[in-house]
């Protein structure tokens, strides 16, 4: 069985957070887990099947790590790699940019030919947009607001992982 290699980027500390919790969930024997700012091109290509986490800040900027890493990433062919997104993001205080930092690597991702995966209901959110969007009944990976539904996160995870596992394999 192939591994999953699970990218993710983090200031503060959340979404380094979520992906040590999707790695556990997933299993460390089926997945192996890397801070983008120590990643190289070569790191992604070894993989066939890849979680990437990219929390959104701001007025939806992608993380620093994420946004030194976006030149490499737009070189990468993903024919035959599926990749899940999912990031953090805060609805109230960010609720017009909630999420929108997965699209940006959902566009480079799609462009170069992903199979992406790992769609997560809108329902139970409260924002008021989101260029993370895939129609309004869902976003394009997981979205996780750890400042008003941490609550939330750990049966989310749960359930999103039984939702996309299959697919990669």
């Known amino acids: 069985m192939e591994k999953i290699g699970i990218f993710f980027g983090s200031d503060t500390g959340n979404t380094e957070k979520i992906a040590k919790i999707i790695h556990q969930k997933i299993g460390k024997n089926k997945s192996i887990l890397y801070d983008i700012s120590n990643t190289s091109k070569k790191d992604i290509e070894s ?5 990437f986490g990219i929390p959104t800040w701001y007025y939806g900027e992608v993380q620093c790590d994420w946004d030194d890493f976006l030149p490499t990433l737009k070189k990468i062919n993903f024919s035959n790699k599926t990749v899940a997104l999912f990031g953090c993001g805060d609805q109230e205080d960010y609720g ?56 939330q996160t750990k049966c989310r995870i749960v359930q999103w992982i039984k939702n996309i596992i299959f697919e990669f394999y």
């Open 47 to 51: 993989f066939n099947n890849l979680i």
């Open 96 to 151: 017009e940019y909630f999420g929108d930092a997965l699209s940006v690597i959902y566009k480079i991702i799609k462009k170069n030919k992903a199979k992406i995966i790992g769609q997560w209901p809108t329902k139970g959110y409260n924002f008021d947009s989101s260029k993370a969007l895939l129609n309004k009944d869902y976003f394009i990976g997981l979205i996780l607001d750890e400042d008003r539904q941490s609550d």
